[in-house]
């Protein structure tokens, strides 16, 4: 059972209490939707987070984590006794256990490694969790899955189902990411998703495929220290949105005309995240303005002029890492080809990344982190937005002023206006950024086929 499992989690399903069973493979059922609206939202909202890691960080609490999602900690606590059973805090360490238990369950990782990968400091302690969860040692569960005499290489990659509740509309999440593609750092062909990855100064590759027989995708990570699993693990969750809990929130949305033919016409499409929050603001930035396929282009030629290069890569595509903030805090980027402004806004950018590493990380109520973004010279409301869509997962973020948005609120070939298209979208909280989702890829149909917009109030292209 995967991490993502908590996600999905709600009163009284039958995963909830299968866990605490430790049964390993319950995550797709499918729970049935809490009665009240604002709980079930606020609940599952919660429960993202901590399948994102939000609790295992340094600063991670549950009071800032109530905060993040619009209550006072006591409150969420109440909230999650009755509807898990458990505190925030049980369904984080859970977690935890939930991964080490499938390192066990698929790889021929060492139990010194399996504990490291799943964060505990110490074997014993790890066998300690384990016990008091599933009644039984680590060492058992791995006896029953995989032969003691089978052995890999110690460099082998890791490869790891991560489930998710059908459907999942995986082609739309593929041409999303091919056209953003940055050439030496990410290849999308024959069904699959590659890129570079950077954890702690370390450099690996991932590769993503979708096992659809099994509603899971397989991640293939190429690691050179295991210490990194779960990041690598959670950052592909983010970025492919496997723990969205697509029956609340289309439920949801189905209820507005304008987006119900959408959503039954793609029933299982995601809002993709992002890989790093500093290279997806960087790819806001290089947005602005421009086509997609020229902020491809820019963005591909600051990799290569500012990547680090990878060595022994097996894919000779995928050469370079995605430069840092420190290092473009520092750069020459008269050499990138982009005009002076928005040098000047990637500088700033990157300088403000450096000065405060938890730039990109929920913090406190969406409010606090759009202000905080809109402090950058030259981050405005709309790539403050659309950071805080791909790179915080804030569900409720919504850039109103992208014209592939207002594209895809048209009715009768007439788009609205920004204000007009805000008013119509309070009906869509808390799920504005799923709404923006649905609204980009009938504009990008649109588009394909010709449609005419006759008013848009235009500020940004979609990116």
């Given at each position: 059972m995967d991490a993502s499992s908590w996600v999905s989690f709600q009163p009284g399903s039958i995963a909830a209490r299968s866990v605490r069973r430790g049964h390993p493979n319950e995550s797709t059922v499918a729970p049935e939707l809490a009665c009240c609206r604002g709980t079930s939202n606020t609940v599952s909202r919660a429960l993202a987070l901590i399948a994102d890691g939000f609790l295992d960080r340094e600063d991670g609490t549950?009071?800032?984590?109530?905060?993040?999602?619009?209550?006072?900690?006591?409150?969420?606590?109440?909230?999650?006794?009755?509807?898990l059973g458990v505190s925030p805090v049980v369904v984080a360490q859970t977690r935890r256990l939930l991964f080490a238990k499938q390192l066990l369950h698929d790889t021929r990782l060492s139990m010194a490694e399996v504990a490291m990968a799943g964060g505990f400091g110490s074997v014993r302690r790890f066998n300690d969790a384990f016990r008091t969860?599933?009644?039984?040692?680590?060492?058992?569960?791995?006896?029953?899955?995989?032969?003691?005499?089978?052995?890999?290489?110690?460099?082998?990659?890791?490869?790891?189902?991560?489930?998710?509740?059908?459907?999942?509309?995986?082609?739309?999440?593929?041409?999303?990411?091919?056209?953003?593609?940055?050439?030496?750092?990410?290849?999308?062909?024959?069904?699959?998703?590659?890129?570079?990855?950077?954890?702690?100064?370390?450099?690996?590759?991932v590769t993503v495929a979708h096992a659809s027989g099994h509603h899971s995708l397989l991640a293939t990570i190429q690691f050179p220290s295991v210490r990194a699993l779960q990041a690598v693990v959670t950052r592909v969750r983010h970025q492919f949105d496997v723990g969205a809990d697509l029956d609340t929130i289309t439920t949801h949305l189905s209820k507005d005309q304008t987006l119900a033919p959408l959503i039954a016409s793609r029933p299982g499409l995601r809002s993709p995240g992002c890989w790093d929050g500093f290279e997806l603001a960087v790819r806001a930035v290089l947005g602005q303005q421009v086509t997609v396929e020229a902020a491809r282009r820019l963005g591909s030629k600051l990799v290569a002029l500012w990547g680090d290069p990878l060595l022994n890569t097996s894919d000779a595509r995928l050469i370079r890492t995605f430069p840092s903030a420190s290092c473009l805090a520092v750069a020459d980027l008269s050499r990138s080809g982009m005009p002076a402004a928005r040098r000047a806004t990637v500088k700033a950018l990157a300088q403000a990344a450096v000065e405060n590493p938890r730039l990109f990380t929920p913090l406190g109520s969406i409010e606090e982190s759009l202000a905080q973004l809109r402090a950058i010279r030259g981050i405005g409301e709309w790539t403050a937005q659309y950071i805080a869509l791909r790179a915080l997962r804030e569900p409720d973020a919504?850039?109103?002023?992208?014209?592939?948005?207002?594209?895809?609120?048209?009715?009768?070939?007439?788009?609205?206006?920004?204000?007009?298209?805000?008013?119509?979208?309070?009906?869509?909280?808390?799920?504005?950024?799923?709404?923006?989702q649905y609204l980009w890829t009938v504009s990008a149909r649109s588009t394909h086929h010709g449609t005419e917009v006759r008013h848009v109030s235009y500020t940004h292209p979609s990116y």
């Open positions: 549950v009071e800032t984590l109530a905060t993040h999602v619009g209550m006072g900690a006591r409150q969420l606590r109440r909230l999650f006794d009755q509807h969860l599933y009644h039984r040692p680590p060492r058992e569960v791995r006896r029953d899955t995989i032969p003691s005499t089978q052995t890999v290489p110690s460099d082998a990659p890791v490869m790891l189902q991560l489930p998710y509740r059908p459907p999942y509309d995986w082609e739309a999440m593929l041409d999303y990411l091919r056209a953003r593609a940055f050439d030496g750092l990410e290849v999308v062909e024959e069904g699959l998703y590659r890129r570079t990855v950077t954890h702690e100064g370390l450099h690996g590759t919504f850039p109103a002023t992208d014209l592939g948005i207002l594209r895809g609120a048209q009715l009768e070939g007439i788009a609205p206006t920004a204000p007009q298209l805000l008013q119509c979208a309070e009906a869509w909280r808390p799920w504005r950024a799923y709404a923006a």
